[in-house]
């Protein structure tokens, strides 16, 4: 069964950093765009970037010049390097993939960022 895990959320004070990874798993031919999606508190869930096989981004305009995502094929791995973290920036993270033509999502990692 394919899945997706995120990992490396947690808490951080304004200015900070943090890296979040998301590896997908099970029988896994390629993956097109892999993206990076977050939900903050009382917030609709908002496109964060993405990231074609090619290596072609796309980011929200929030969080461009700030957050630089990257992946390796191989691995089936897609990162997010969050830097000059804001408070606004607390929300679940999650990462999403079309996999074989079905769109899946991995179960959320929290990023809070502190004032």
């Known amino acids: 069964q394919v899945q997706l895990a995120e990992s490396g959320g947690g808490s951080v004070q304004a200015g900070g950093s943090l890296r979040l990874s998301c590896a997908a798993s099970?029988?896994?031919?390629?993956?097109?765009?892999m993206a990076w999606y977050r939900q903050g508190p009382g917030k609709q869930r908002e496109l964060v970037g993405s990231?074609?096989?090619?290596?072609?981004?796309n980011y929200a305009d929030s969080v461009k010049g700030r957050f630089t995502i990257s992946r390796d094929n191989a691995k089936n791995t897609v990162s997010l390097q969050m830097n000059s973290l804001n408070p606004d920036a607390t929300a679940v993270y999650s990462c999403?993939?079309?996999?074989?033509?079905?769109?899946?999502w991995g179960q959320g990692t929290q990023v809070t960022v502190s004032s």
């Open positions: 999403h993939a079309a996999i074989h033509g079905v769109f899946r």
């Open positions: 099970g029988r896994i031919l390629s993956i097109n765009v």
């Open positions: 990231i074609t096989r090619g290596g072609t981004t």
